[in-house]
């Protein structure tokens, strides 16, 4: 029987699936995201917040930019939906797909590569054109970076595309693998390369971690039972729907690139110091957002993708309830840590080497507003997936459009009086305006998920409000009583952290909320219980 045909999962199957897929993204996340942070530690300890590493930040964001266009966009609302929908076709009709693409990808990549070596100067100028006011010869040295990182787009790119391919057969745990080898590129390299060749040891370490991230997207794929057969098939009906799809999301991208563009040069122009700073405080946020959000995202969207094929909503629905109450659920803990547990947390993991106190006040300060905008950020991700999973790519690109004007607003209003800050603050409401024009939309679209969604919200803000007094009381309680430095530091975070999850996990199974009890018993079964 076609399986469109099938007969949907029984809901707790269906819950307890998406909640081992994502469970299994979260654990491959976790070791990425720890080597992420262990890579920031070693950037931080080598070269602290300099310019130079400002100019270093500006310059990897190139090929990560670059990215996000071509493949990151691509891949959650064209590439899996469509890959997804063959992958039950056949794994003959499924794998010529795949080499159509993937030859595609490498023609436009090669080119890509070669223009923007040559376009290095004036990338570089339009990025970081604010450092002419402060140092002339951080312009130089980016334009430099640049031109050494520029193969990492064809490395990312590619294998961004078999990462899809590998979520599209429901198979995740290499692309989270992946991600944590391409850490390990810069946490290996920079050390042993730093004395001899400073600053750019990082970019090799960016080019050292690509490639092998590439590799092992190769790998899994072979391991898959997929056989790679290169051939130019531009006409490929796969192709035109995954452009088609891709189109809205191409447009918007190119508002964002703008937006990031304005970002930087307004930051570069606010002191050479200004990028590094946001840059380790975004890192801090953006963990919990990949651990948590784009794995349950993940997980959810082959699955909606196959609700929708199959026209069933209230199946659609339920996946989509589900993933928002296991979103919520542990999203806010985080969030609560970040806010109350920010600059102990800076302390402990960057305040060595070359890195400062007055680095960890700016990171402080700029994490406490950036923590607001992830709470909005970690919600939009669902909502964005849930419409590329109706093949619907254009409202989230419009609203993408609306959230850059908004932010293009607010960060030339705030820029001037509050600084670097007010560019972190701008960020922040882009990210407040798109949750909430997507979450109206989606209303809209799909109706109410129904009556526990709503209840679960409501349970996991008591619960984190809870554990919010008890850090605080914590903190308060141990002040002037711990050690100074890394050993107080851990102290505290063990204590206010430890006591305050420990309430708040308390709290939501007292609730009986079904994705506590979920996730109680998977992590009950990881660790031999019952």
Known sequence: MSSSLEAPE?????????????????????ASRVLGLVREMVIAALFGATGQVSAFRIAAQVPTLIYDFLVGGMLSAALVPVLSDYARKGRAEFSLLVG???????????????????????????????????????????TQLIRVLVPVVWFLSLAGVLMAVLYACQRFSFPAIATAVFNLGIVVTAPLLAGAMGVYSLAIGLLVGSLAQLTLMAVDVHRAGIRLRLHLDWRHVALRQI????????????????????DRRLASGTGEQSVAWMANATTLQQMPLGLISVAISLAALPRL?????????????????????????????????LWLLGEPLTQLLFERGAFTPADTTQVAQALNIYVIGMLFAAVDYPLNFAFYARFNTWLPALVGVVSVAIYSVAALVLVQPYGYLGLVWADTIKHAGHALIMAVLLWGTVGRLGASTVRGFLQVVIAAAMMGAVVYGVMAVTAGRLPLGFAGNLLLLLLAGGTGIAVYALLLLAFRMPEARQLLTTVQSRLGGR
Do not use: C, K
């Not at 029984?10 to 976790?30: D, H, K, Q």
């Not at 452009?243 to 304005?262: D, E, H, N, T």
């Not at 929708?308 to 840590?337: F, H, K, N, S």
């Open 243 to 262: 452009l088609w799809l891709y189109l809205p999301i191409a447009a918007g991208m190119i508002v964002s690139l703008f937006q990031v563009g304005l």
């Open 100 to 142: 159509a693409l993937v030859s595609v990808f490498v023609v436009v990549l090669s080119l890509l590569v070669l223009v923007l070596e040559v376009a290095a100067p004036g990338v570089a100028w339009l990025l970081a054109g604010g450092f002419v006011n402060s140092d002339p010869a951080l312009l130089t040295l980016t």
């Open 10 to 30: 029984p809901a707790a199957n269906a819950s307890g699936g998406l909640a081992r897929s994502a469970g299994l993204l979260a654990m491959g996340n976790l």
């Open 305 to 337: 993708s196959q609700h929708y094929a199959a026209r069933d909503e209230a199946a659609y629905r339920q996946t989509l309830a589900r993933g928002l109450r296991m979103l919520w659920l542990l999203i806010a803990p985080a969030a609560v840590g």
